[in-house]
């Protein structure tokens, strides 16, 4: 069975983490194929709209533990890197609907979606300075953007979920349903957006994004290269053994 879901109706791709048992943890396998994946939405010319979800009741908890352990997979071209700038540099308009916890690299990817829906028992939460290591997926550029410096670095320094309504009071989150309504909230915006007139949603996402898209890549690098160096590091090994001590289970994530 694909842990990455891949379907297309009416226009909008549906790209879905399908590991509920894990919580949705993304393997480096799974990385890959979310990226390819997109790729596939972004070549077909049916595609007007990318909607990415979580089955059960998680958006994704972030890198599975026992993967990263074994190989982190953030070389240069490696398939961490590979899933970011698949986001980063999509051609289609993307909605994530957040159907409950997205942490780490699950709530960093939110940053570079167009539209964000989360339920009201959804959680955010980026704690990489926790396990001692840096932020990724260019957030140390596009959190202060979408929030202030002060809140990003309360995100980033304190490490700790915030719920839902938060997340949209500091510019994360569009909008805020009832689980059992989310996913028609965010499935009738991409439909929206894929009747809107191509050209005119092409345009319009062109001058929002791209100045800003060669920064993300180049920023996101640098944060790939940073958390390489940390992780060799005495410090970062005691809080990540620390952190794995507190979760001895698989199900227990990172980043």
Known sequence: ????EYTVSQSVATIRFNRPEKKNAITLEMY???????????????????LITGAGNAFTSGNDIANFRERTGREEGGPAEQFMLSIVNSEKPMIAAV??????????????CDLVYASHDA???????????????????????????QRATELL??????????????GLVNAVHAPDALHEAALAAALRIAQQPLESVRATRAFLREALRPQYVQRLGEERRTITRLLASP?????????????????????
Do not use: W
């Open 123 to 149: 959680t955010i939460q980026l704690p990489f300075v926790n396990i001692g290591i840096c932020c990724e997926f260019g957030s140390s550029l596009a959190l202060p953007a979408v929030m202030g410096m």
């Open 1 to 4: 069975m694909s842990h990455i």
């Open 32 to 50: 890959a194929e979310f990226a390819n994946v997109l790729a596939k939405a972004n070549a077909d010319a049916d595609v007007r709209a990318v």
């Open 99 to 112: 159907n409950g916890v997205a942490v780490g690299a699950g709530a960093t990817m939110l940053l570079h």
């Open 157 to 170: 320094l304190l490490g700790e979920a915030i719920d839902a309504q938060k997340a949209m009071e500091y």
């Open 235 to 255: 410090e970062a090994k005691r809080a990540f053994d620390g952190f794995l001590a507190r979760g001895s289970n698989n199900q227990k994530t990172v980043i």
